[in-house]
């Protein structure tokens, strides 16, 4: 009698050991990953036909077990990482109500930054974006601290007006609301 080819012998693996493997999963993960870890736990052993033990329960379960540990490296890369860009973005802007009308905002702001010249640009992100206190930001303008603040002031109704005169800012208006203009500010301070 000749011996079954590769995908006989994985049908007959998947037929007599899936519910295990599944049982073994959702022991481990719960019903909402089980099936997925099964899946899974299977892709390998057909990638794998040639390595799998003819006892394969015993394999195949610990196929399932990486499956899992891996999944559960993932999730904690997942929350580490989400973890992490929740410190780049203020409380503020997790609770807007319209997603779109604050990146509406912040398109603004970076257009009109485009439209300002070098310096004026230079002034309000080494503030703004860069976190420098007036002080430090002079050092790197090579000016005193009473010129910095001068010419970011000056930056800032710069871009203010800018910003204000941008035709898209709110439709039929030609300007942005004076709570969009306040974000604006803030956002630049």
């Not at 599944?22 to 052993?45: D, M």
């Not at 010419?151 to 035709?167: F, G, I, N, S």
Request: aromatic share 8%; with cysteine.
């Amino acid at each position: 009698m000749t011996e079954p080819g590769p995908r006989d012998r994985f049908t007959a693996l998947y037929s007599s050991c899936y519910s295990r493997v599944y049982a073994y999963a959702v022991s481990r993960a719960g019903r909402q990953l089980a099936e997925e870890v099964a899946s899974e736990t299977f892709c390998v052993a057909w990638r794998r036909i040639d390595d799998v033990p003819d006892n394969a329960l015993p394999w195949l379960l610990g196929v399932a077990r990486n499956v899992l540990r891996e999944s559960y490296r993932a999730e904690a890369r997942r929350q580490s990482l989400e973890s992490e860009l929740a410190t780049w973005v203020s409380a503020e802007e997790l609770t807007v109500g319209d997603v779109a009308e604050s990146v509406a905002e912040k398109a603004a702001v970076l257009r009109g930054l485009a439209a300002l010249s070098d310096d004026d640009r230079e002034l309000l992100t080494l503030v703004a974006w860069h976190g420098l206190r007036a002080v430090d930001a002079a050092k790197v303008v090579g000016c005193s601290t009473a010129t910095f603040f001068v010419r970011l002031h000056r930056a800032r109704r710069r871009l203010e007006r800018t910003v204000a005169a941008e035709p898209d800012a709110v439709p039929g208006t030609g300007r942005f609301p004076s709570e969009s203009l306040a974000s604006v500010k803030e956002s630049i301070r």
